[in-house]
């Protein structure tokens, strides 16, 4: 039997990795609540909360050992990005992890000085996934002095200070960021187009991982109000009404968690193995934050929809992290086009 059969379909984690959620669990818990996530808005980014992450080493973790990182792979850190969704932590950390990690794959010494800079958090990195052929949002260029991009030849890294924020409905920190009027810099690479594809298959992974947990702790909420409100005598969390589609909430995030964590190892152990399970998992763990997220303010009523509720920050979340890794129209179809290609 191949050994790595029984890991294709078993993502349970290890000692190892459970001590890494609790540790991050814990971390998100007390330095990212609800009041610092609204105190960041409208850029999400929070410095203090950066600061403070940095103490953990998480900047570093999923950079090799040879390079002075740590070595863990996707399958750890997509852990972690469940914890930050969790937490809707205002930082750029998805984008960052794996913009770092494509900078050290890429191997160029010419930008030594600015990986470790980022491995050490001092320079925070942002990633443009779309060809920067010209100019372009990007998720995290309002707190990131440098984004790594590919413009269609080679990678490259964008820098400048102080882009201006551009608002949005789910507070993450937009900027337009223009290759023709700031500094650019270009990365030696021996298969540029290659490394930004795994990169970019990463930073879906992770953002279905965060998707997962936002949807969780979305339901979370859900789940305590109907069991502390009442109707006629009885709990709300006793009518099929609701009981039915929290249920169905909580299923849906039981299969997207598998799926981000199958994609998360597959990346790890067989990266050109089922290329479509990082697209894949962002495409589902979208459908499950939007209907999930949706189904939570629905089922706190009116007060749900309220601007001072907190599942109003889970809702206008939902969209708008999957947008920042890619349009799911276009995710799905891609999927289908490898998924025929592999059938042919």
Same mark, same amino acid.
């Given at each position: 039997?191949?050994?790595?059969?029984?890991?294709?379909? @078993?993502?349970?984690?290890? *000692?190892?990795?459970?001590?890494?959620?609790?540790?991050? %669990? @814990?971390?998100?818990?007390?330095?990212?609540?609800?009041?610092?996530?609204?105190?960041?808005?409208?850029?999400?980014?929070?410095? +203090?909360?950066?600061?403070?992450?940095?103490?953990?080493?998480?900047?570093?973790?999923?950079?090799?050992?040879?390079?002075?990182? @740590?070595?863990?792979?996707?399958?750890?850190?997509?852990?972690? %990005?469940?914890?930050? $969704?969790? %937490?809707?932590?205002?930082?750029?950390?998805?984008?960052?992890?794996?913009?770092?990690?494509?900078?050290?794959?890429?191997?160029?010494?010419?930008?030594?000085?600015?990986?470790?800079?980022?491995?050490?958090?001092? #320079?925070?990195?942002?990633?443009?996934?779309?060809?920067?052929?010209?100019?372009?949002?990007?998720?995290?260029?309002? %707190?990131?002095?440098?984004?790594?991009?590919?413009?269609?030849?080679?990678?490259?890294?964008?820098? &400048?200070?102080?882009?201006?924020?551009?608002?949005? +409905?789910?507070?993450?920190?937009?900027?337009?960021?223009?290759?023709?009027?700031?500094?650019?810099?270009?990365?030696?690479?021996?298969?540029?187009?290659?490394?930004?594809?795994?990169?970019?298959?990463?930073?879906?992974?992770?953002?279905? &991982?965060?998707?997962?947990?936002?949807?969780?702790?979305?339901?979370?909420?859900?789940? *305590?109000?109907?069991?502390?409100?009442?109707?006629? /005598?009885?709990?709300?969390?006793?009518?099929? /009404?609701?009981?039915?589609?929290?249920?169905?909430?909580?299923?849906?995030?039981?299969?997207?968690?598998?799926?981000?964590? #199958?994609?998360?190892?597959?990346?790890?152990?067989?990266?050109?193995?089922?290329?479509?399970?990082?697209?894949?998992?962002?495409? *589902? &763990?979208?459908?499950?934050?939007?209907?999930? &997220?949706?189904?939570?303010?629905?089922? +706190? $009523?009116?007060? $749900?929809?309220?601007?001072?509720?907190?599942?109003?920050?889970?809702?206008?979340?939902?969209?708008?992290?999957?947008?920042?890794?890619?349009?799911? #129209?276009? @995710?799905?179809?891609?999927?289908?086009?490898?998924?025929?290609?592999?059938?042919?």
């Amino acid at each position: 039997m191949d050994p790595n059969e029984l890991r294709r379909i @078993d993502f349970s984690l290890s *000692e190892e990795q459970e001590a890494i959620r609790e540790l991050f %669990a @814990d971390f998100f818990e007390k330095q990212s609540p609800t009041t610092t996530v609204r105190a960041a808005e409208p850029t999400g980014f929070d410095p +203090q909360l950066w600061e403070q992450l940095l103490e953990l080493g998480v900047t570093q973790m999923g950079v090799p050992e040879e390079q002075g990182g @740590d070595g863990v792979g996707i399958s750890e850190l997509v852990i972690i %990005a469940e914890e930050f $969704g969790r %937490a809707l932590a205002p930082v750029p950390l998805l984008e960052h992890v794996v913009a770092t990690r494509l900078l050290a794959a890429a191997g160029d010494d010419s930008v030594g000085e600015l990986l470790a800079a980022a491995m050490a958090g001092e #320079r925070i990195l942002g990633l443009a996934i779309d060809p920067l052929t010209g100019r372009q949002l990007v998720s995290s260029a309002a %707190a990131a002095s440098d984004v790594v991009a590919f413009d269609g030849e080679s990678l490259v890294v964008v820098s &400048a200070e102080g882009r201006a924020h551009v608002p949005n +409905q789910a507070s993450l920190p937009y900027a337009w960021v223009d290759p023709s009027t700031e500094r650019l810099t270009r990365v030696a690479a021996a298969d540029p187009a290659g490394l930004f594809d795994v990169a970019l298959r990463e930073f879906k992974t992770l953002t279905a &991982a965060g998707l997962v947990g936002l949807t969780d702790a979305a339901l979370q909420l859900s789940l *305590e109000f109907v069991k502390s409100r009442e109707t006629m /005598g009885v709990a709300l969390g006793v009518l099929q /009404g609701v009981a039915f589609p929290l249920a169905d909430v909580a299923i849906a995030i039981a299969g997207s968690r598998n799926l981000a964590y #199958r994609a998360a190892w597959f990346m790890d152990h067989e990266p050109d193995t089922e290329p479509w399970l990082q697209a894949s998992a962002l495409v *589902e &763990a979208t459908k499950t934050a939007t209907v999930g &997220a949706t189904t939570s303010q629905h089922m +706190q $009523g009116g007060l $749900g929809f309220t601007v001072e509720a907190d599942a109003s920050l889970y809702f206008l979340r939902a969209k708008g992290w999957a947008l920042a890794a890619g349009n799911p #129209r276009d @995710d799905s179809r891609r999927i289908g086009e490898l998924r025929i290609g592999s059938a042919a």
